[in-house]
């Protein structure tokens, strides 16, 4: 999970000098949240076009060089003609790191990072748009496109997509007399929480931390229920929060989700107690392990249906260059990272859904365990969606606030998002 952001104007040379000052805004604004991280600058060697060396920056440290991830890297630049130097940074230090390479001029030529990040990248000046690159985005998915897009430009392409779902111990359903098959909408997923807990077991668990992780977890109910992110404290947004809000009074969840993490909530369904637990596609290899039988279905809508559920997952980007001849050869890098081959190998090894019909199509054919995920993904939807932009982590943070008020107690759920839409409306001005 996790994301932010929106866009800016012209790419050319001549309009550096106004890039730059774009990236030292942001820049300030990070220092002002504690999110720099200093880095040193990078030379980068090799001549612009054909040849020489093309820098990678990615999010996945825990891949080495001995790596799929790698080779595939590597594999991309001999087809190009030309050595990548790869580097890869946690996710937290990614975006800081590359709002200070723009701005002293030595941004990597291929930048991989999370779907919500490119809405603050581009509205700094830092990425290039598809057409500058002539990418060819025509095969992508446009829901899961969404998010790397903004003023009608798109800066990137989806490398794979994660999201939502919910697990289910199919032993205890069972012994509550549940049938997953009636799970269909709020109500008929309340009344399994209601069997399950007079069994004596316990209903469901997710992550309502007062962190983007609680947002991430609250959006399918609160798109679920019909809710839109400008206006917080509509009915449907209301209805969304006492829904989690009822669970906990009527014990069909626990109290410890006001700090769970996606981590901890699954370590509580992990112990086999739990009827459900909403969380995501990273979680397989995790739910083979646990020793008991499980199910997936979609989040369910309020009067049924998949809901929407946010996206997760990374974009590959191209800065902005002194010298555009370099696009041609990054162009190549983009198109061979996200060509159909690849795509397969790729999402494989990231845990992700692809974002092509085609290759989704190919995942499910060799596991058809990820048929759930497919359609959950297909209905998905970014959070900087709807040119949102960076004005969503604005409306984000009053959100989760507002779900902590409700599930602690300390306001109702209207109060609650009441004070939340303030809160945003006064902060999107």
Do not use: H
């Not at 009344?191 to 977890?217: C, N």
């Not at 019909?226 to 906990?248: F, R, Y």
């Not at 983009?334 to 060509?339: E, I, K, Y």
Request: charge should be positive; hydrophobic fraction near 40%; aromatic fraction near 8%.
């Amino acid at each position: 999970m996790k994301r932010k952001r929106n866009l800016v104007k012209g790419w050319a040379v001549k309009q550096t000098a106004s890039r730059r000052r774009a990236v030292g805004v942001a820049l300030v604004a990070l220092v002002a949240a504690g999110a720099l991280v200093a880095c040193s600058s990078e030379d980068k060697t090799g001549a612009s076009g054909d040849g020489g060396t093309y820098t990678i920056w990615d999010p996945y440290p825990q891949f080495d060089d001995s790596s799929n991830w790698v080779k595939l890297l590597n594999d991309c630049g001999s087809k190009a003609g030309v050595t990548v130097k790869r580097t890869a940074f946690d996710t937290s230090d990614l975006t800081s790191k590359t709002l200070l390479a723009a701005q002293q001029g030595n941004a990597p030529d291929v930048l991989i990072v999370d779907n919500p990040v490119i809405s603050t990248l581009a509205e700094a000046g830092v990425l290039t748009t598809s057409d500058d690159i002539k990418l060819d985005t025509s095969a992508i998915d446009p829901n899961l496109l969404g998010a790397g897009q903004s003023g009608g430009k798109t800066f990137g392409i989806p490398i794979g997509a994660n999201t939502l779902a919910l697990y289910y111990n199919k032993t205890v359903l069972t012994a509550a007399g549940v049938d997953i098959a009636s799970v269909k909408d709020w109500a008929s997923l309340t009344a399994a929480l209601a069997k399950v807990t007079a069994a004596g077991k316990k209903g469901i668990t997710f992550s309502a931390i007062g962190t983007e992780e609680g947002s991430f977890q609250f959006l399918p109910w609160f798109w679920g229920s019909g809710a839109n992110l400008t206006k917080l404290d509509s009915p449907e947004a209301v209805s969304a929060l006492s829904l989690w809000t009822d669970w906990l009074k009527k014990g069909y969840a626990p109290n410890s989700v006001i700090n769970n993490t996606q981590t901890t909530s699954w370590q509580e369904f992990a112990t086999g107690q739990y009827a459900f637990a909403e969380n995501g596609t990273w979680q397989l290899a995790n739910a083979k392990k646990t020793g008991f039988e499980y199910g997936i279905i979609a989040v369910p809508g309020i009067s049924g249906g998949t809901a929407a559920a946010p996206t997760g997952g990374e974009f590959v980007s191209v800065p902005v260059q002194k010298s555009t001849a370099r696009y041609a050869v990054s162009q190549k890098l983009v198109a061979c990272l996200t060509d159909t081959d690849n795509s397969l190998a790729t999402t494989t090894t990231l845990s992700y859904i692809a974002p092509t019909a085609a290759v989704q199509a190919k995942q499910v054919a060799a596991n058809p365990e990820l048929k759930v995920w497919v359609d959950a993904v297909k209905a998905a939807k970014g959070r900087t969606g709807d040119n949102l932009g960076t004005k969503y982590p604005k409306i984000s943070q009053p959100m989760w606030t507002a779900v902590q008020a409700a599930l602690s107690g300390s306001a109702s759920p209207q109060a609650a998002l009441a004070t939340a839409q303030t809160a945003a409306a006064a902060a999107t001005k």
